[in-house]
């Protein structure tokens, strides 16, 4: 079975200060991977998905994200955090050819930008 | 376009009870998932439906049990309430296609409380 690690639990920054949330999953096949945001208050929402292609994708509010499939790793990057970007972060996995179109997430990074 | 909803909002149980949570999917999609997020984690997936079967389950007991209706809103289950189901229920739908994946959409969740 799939899983996924995110080894950074809580995150703190200051305004400005460029963000790498990292993203480990254990699966030898093919996998959709993504980042999801939780807002304080708000539902889970997509920040960018990777299907295929290329490995650098770009997300919504400046987020990008890097596939290295040699190193299973799906790493999320923004340069510049703005206050705004507080929120709890879960990377998820969906590996294909397993019949299910569920997702496993990671446990989640807490992200506080400091003003 | 609506988006997914999820009733009731918050739930106070006791232990030894029974529990329905119902979600309405998003217009259009045929597909709906239930995930748990206890607090400080990540969501863990329950089971699916598809066109009102189950498409999957994860490592839930049978007391965990669910419904899809024709309109494709869907129903969670949980018999026999113990503490550790004290936590956030998501669903998430979705349009499913045979050999494509499409991104699952999040409702706010119901949060259950069980004394």
């Known amino acids: 079975a799939q899983s996924v690690s995110q080894h950074n639990h809580h995150v703190i920054l200051s305004e400005a200060a460029s963000l790498e949330l990292g993203c480990n999953y254990s699966y030898g096949g093919t996998v959709n991977l993504f980042w999801y945001v939780q807002y304080p208050g708000q539902h889970l929402q997509l920040l960018l998905k990777?299907?295929?292609?290329?490995?650098l994708v770009k997300g919504i509010k400046g987020f990008e994200a890097e596939f290295i499939k040699s190193k299973f790793s799906f790493n999320l990057r923004k340069p510049s955090v703005q206050w705004s970007d507080t929120a709890e972060y879960f990377c998820?996995?969906?590996?294909?050819?397993?019949?299910?179109?569920?997702?496993?997430f990671g446990s989640g990074t807490r992200l506080q930008v400091q003003p | 376009e609506t988006g997914v909803t999820q009733s009731p909002t918050h739930l106070i149980k006791t232990r030894g009870q029974q529990v329905t949570l119902r979600c309405s999917s998003q217009?259009?999609?045929?597909?709906v998932s239930w995930y748990q997020q206890a607090l400080g984690q990540g969501p863990q997936f329950i089971f699916q439906y598809y066109r009102e079967e189950e498409n999957g389950r994860g490592n839930f007991p049978p007391r965990f049990s669910g419904l899809q209706f024709p309109n494709y809103s869907s129903e969670l289950n949980v018999n026999a309430l113990e503490l550790d189901d004290s936590a956030l229920y998501l669903c998430?739908?979705?349009?499913?296609?045979?050999?494509?994946?499409?991104?699952?959409?999040f409702g706010p969740g119901t949060r259950l409380t069980v004394l």
């Open positions: 217009s259009g999609h045929n597909t």
């Open positions: 998820a996995v969906n590996a294909i050819n397993t019949g299910r179109r569920a997702l496993t």
């Open positions: 990777y299907f295929s292609g290329d490995p």
């Open positions: 998430a739908s979705s349009l499913s296609a045979s050999g494509i994946y499409n991104e699952q959409f």
